[in-house]
């Protein structure tokens, strides 16, 4: 039991040092520009699964112009609005999923998005990935969105088996080592890191600041000398 405690000290201290680091060097703005309205937000991160944040910026501008709200898109004619979301991809899905959710959020909840967890997982196409980005940014409560780039710098790093991708698993993980009033800003800056420095198939492990601190980058030391990942 002590030994777990010791273990989970350390890797808290770990991860603060890594946070300090991050601070320090990326950035932390959310990559979806919306305008703080949580609809839109909730709207723009269902439409991201599975295409990048500038396409996504650039489709919801034509999307909000058309629809600039819950109620409106509720009234939506399906086909208009999967002909407008249909350069994100799987868009019929994505379609049919934020009409429903704009109707969910019109009609139960007054427009409004609500912040409670439960609530949030009832939308369609919301996620706990998505339900914590929503809940940090906009209701400012915090909460580990496990997204591609958080799953494989974290592994990288040796919080959890690389080979982990299970996106609740990570969660639980990292919650309890990154403070909660940190989550947020911590999740964003792991986007901006992992596209210009810890990116999935070229890694710049050279003059990378969290060097010292990563796993794979130490293994990889002590194998090859230079510590690159391939
Ligand atoms: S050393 Fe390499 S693998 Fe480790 S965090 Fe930095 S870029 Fe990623």
Request: aromatic share 6%; proline share 5%.
């Amino acid at each position: 039991m002590k030994d777990i405690k010791v273990s989970e000290d350390k890797e808290k201290e770990r991860m603060g040092k890594i946070i300090s680091l991050l601070e320090k060097n990326v950035r932390s703005d959310c990559a979806l520009e919306y305008t703080g309205d949580p609809w839109k937000l909730a709207v723009m991160a269902r439409l991201s699964a599975q295409c990048t944040d500038l396409r996504v910026n650039q489709v919801s501008k034509r999307l909000f112009e058309v629809y600039p709200d819950a109620d409106s898109m509720a009234k939506a004619d399906p086909t208009a609005l999967e002909k407008l979301v249909m350069p994100c991809g799987l868009y019929r899905v994505k379609a049919a999923n934020i009409k429903k959710m704009s109707e969910i959020i019109a009609g139960e909840y007054g427009g409004k998005v609500p912040c409670d967890m439960e609530q949030l997982l009832k939308l369609p196409g919301v996620g706990r990935k998505i339900a914590n980005l929503i809940r940090g940014d906009l209701f400012g409560l915090g909460g580990i969105v496990a997204d591609t780039h958080c799953i494989r710098i974290c592994g990288r790093l040796g919080f959890y088996p690389q080979t982990l991708k299970d996106a609740v698993k990570v969660e639980k993980i990292l919650t309890p080592l990154v403070p909660v009033e940190k989550q947020t800003d911590f999740c964003h800056r792991l986007v901006w890191f992992g596209r210009e420095t810890c990116n999935a198939r070229n890694p710049k492990c050279a003059g990378c600041p969290l060097s010292a601190l990563c796993a794979a980058f130490t293994v990889n030391k002590e194998n090859n000398k230079s510590g690159q990942l391939s």
